[in-house]
């Protein structure tokens, strides 16, 4: 599986984090920030109520629209999941989906940014087209996200809260909706183990063939079976 991995934004993390410390006022308190937030209609969301995302079975189930979707919760914990579209300069009838999904640790910093720490291991990304018979091989996924600040207020129309996110840039990201107080996420410890490397399959693989070999009837030549087999083993 091949790994898309960006450094952290370190050169502007540290410009942001010179600013000065902010007061957090109405615009971040009109309620708190944990809980479940999506864009949209909603039919993009963390955990797995919705089911966009099986990060342990590394799938993806998109809705008919697109949408963006985040949870925080209490422990410094977040999700993050995103489907977007994008254009394709190639075949402009033929615009590029992307899904992605990553979760780890944020942080709240004093000058008003948060920073999502992504658990390298877990992160997914997949790239769609409308006019190819398959989509693409999902990937691994590790970016490290700054967002320079976020409010969140009251909408009377809507009756709910909504988040409002700005990239490292200023940028913002489309306005969320606060779905659930309790955040809906998935596991927050790590879900996918790291695939062993090539030697370390061939050790596994001789030591599983190994086992399944006669056993001696003493044991002193079960214990120079062992031995002979541990020194092979280190030697591979």
Not at 62 to 87: H, K
Not at 199 to 225: F, H, K, M, N
């Amino acid at each position: 599986m091949r790994t898309l991995s960006l450094l952290p934004l370190t050169l502007a993390a540290l410009v942001l984090a010179q600013d000065d410390p902010i007061r957090y006022d109405l615009e971040h308190n009109a309620t708190t920030l944990i809980g479940t937030w999506s864009s949209g209609a909603g039919l993009v969301q963390t955990g797995p109520v919705r089911n966009f995302c099986s990060p342990a079975n590394k799938t993806f189930n998109p809705p008919p629209v697109a949408g963006i979707s985040y949870s925080f919760d209490g422990d410094g914990n977040f999700e993050q999941v995103e489907y977007r579209f994008g254009s394709n300069p190639a075949k402009p009838a033929c615009p590029n989906a992307t899904l992605l999904f990553q979760h780890g640790k944020y942080q709240l910093l004093p000058n008003g940014s948060i920073i999502l720490d992504p658990i390298p291991e877990d992160g997914l990304v997949q790239t769609q087209s409308p006019c190819t018979a398959h989509s693409s091989t999902i990937q691994q996924f590790n970016v490290t996200v700054l967002f320079k600040e976020w409010r969140i207020f009251f909408d009377p129309l809507s009756q709910g809260y909504h988040l409002h996110l700005f990239r490292f840039d200023g940028a913002p990201l489309n306005k969320m909706i606060l779905r659930y107080e309790t955040p809906i996420m998935h596991p927050t410890t790590t879900i996918l183990k790291p695939e062993p490397t090539a030697p370390a399959r061939r050790r596994r693989a001789y030591v599983e063939q190994r086992s399944d070999a006669p056993r001696s009837a003493t044991a002193a030549g079960g214990i120079g079976l062992m031995m002979v087999l541990l020194g092979v083993v280190m030697l591979v």
